[in-house]
C-alpha cells in the first residue's frame, strides 16, 4: 500500500512563504513523475508544478517565479517552495505520483489528502 502525505500549508500574509511537503511511503518500487496540483474554491484542480521522469521541470504561468518545485529520491518526499505568496493562491494543494509497486508492475497514479493554503491580510 502506497500513502502520499502532504504537509506544511497554513494560513499566511501576501508576500510571505510556505514550503510544502509530500513524503511518498508503502511498498514504492519506481517514482516516476510527480506532480503538485491545487484546487481553489469553485474551480477546477490544476496543476502548479511537475518533476518529469527525465527530470525536468514545468510550471504553472501563474506561479513562475515564485514557487519552487523539489524533490529528495533518497526520502521519496517532494518539495514545493512558495515565495511571494497572493491570494489567488489560497487553495488546497495535492501531492500526485506516477509509479510502480511491489504489488503491480504497471504505473500507477497515487493522491495524498491535500494541505490547505490560505493568503490573506
Known amino acids: 500500500q502506497v500513502q502520499l502525505v502532504e504537509s506544511g500549508g497554513g494560513l499566511v500574509q501576501p508576500g510571505r512563504s510556505l514550503r510544502l511537503s509530500c513524503a511518498a511511503s508503502?511498498?514504492?518500487?519506481?517514482?516516476?513523475?510527480m506532480t503538485w496540483y491545487r484546487q481553489a474554491p469553485g474551480k477546477q484542480r490544476e496543476l502548479v508544478a511537475a518533476?518529469?521522469?527525465?527530470?525536468?521541470?514545468n510550471y504553472a504561468d501563474s506561479v513562475k517565479g515564485r514557487f519552487t518545485i523539489s524533490r529528495d529520491n533518497a526520502k521519496n518526499t517532494l518539495y514545493l517552495q512558495m515565495n511571494s505568496l497572493k491570494a489567488e493562491d489560497t487553495a488546497v494543494y495535492y501531492c500526485?505520483?506516477?509509479?510502480?509497486?511491489?504489488?503491480?508492475?504497471?504505473?500507477?497514479?497515487?493522491w495524498g489528502q491535500g494541505t490547505q493554503v490560505a493568503v490573506a491580510s
Open positions: 508503502g511498498s514504492i518500487v519506481s517514482i516516476y513523475r
Open positions: 518533476f518529469t521522469s527525465g527530470g525536468n521541470t
Open positions: 500526485n505520483a506516477d509509479l510502480t509497486t511491489l504489488e503491480h508492475s504497471g504505473v500507477g497514479a497515487y
